[in-house]
Nanobody, 124 residues
Framework: QVQLVESGGGLVQAGGSLRLSCAAS????????MGWFRQAPGKEREFVGG????????RYSDSVKGRFTISRDNAKNMVYLQMNSLKPEDTAVYSC?????????????????WGQGTQVTVSS
């Protein structure tokens, strides 16, 4: 079992930045591909980005590419999502998730462990 806890969400003006953190416990994170997803009210859960086990490869949705950066520190059992140039449409609950797979998946179902999420609100 892996327990994931996100932090770092909040209210920010458009154009601002936030850094989300995902802390893991229970097992070492280097056994897992990690992903970030978001869900806005009335919308389906959306893949934001992911990072492979070593941290060497990342993958992003087109909507955040160039603005968001995912990183991980396996020694600290942490994953991060740096969000720059935030837009009102980035407003959502952001969740981190862990997958047993070998590559970053954009679908939600390969991810077996999920955090509770942290709210990000971007004002215009």
């Amino acid at each position: 079992q892996v327990q994931l806890v996100e932090s770092g969400g909040g209210l920010v003006q458009a154009g601002g930045s936030l850094r989300l953190s995902c802390a893991a416990s229970g097992r070492t994170l280097d056994n897992y591909v990690m992903g970030w997803f978001r869900q806005a009210p009335g919308k389906e859960r959306e893949f934001v980005g992911g990072i492979n086990r070593s941290g060497a490869n990342t993958r992003y949705s087109d909507s955040v590419k160039g603005r968001f950066t995912i990183s991980r520190d396996n020694a600290k059992n942490m994953v991060y999502l740096q969000m720059n140039s935030l837009k009102p449409e980035d407003t959502a609950v952001y969740s981190c998730a862990a997958s047993n797979g070998l590559v970053v998946a954009t679908e939600w179902y390969p991810y077996v462990y999920w955090g509770q999420g942290t709210q990000v609100t971007v004002s215009s």
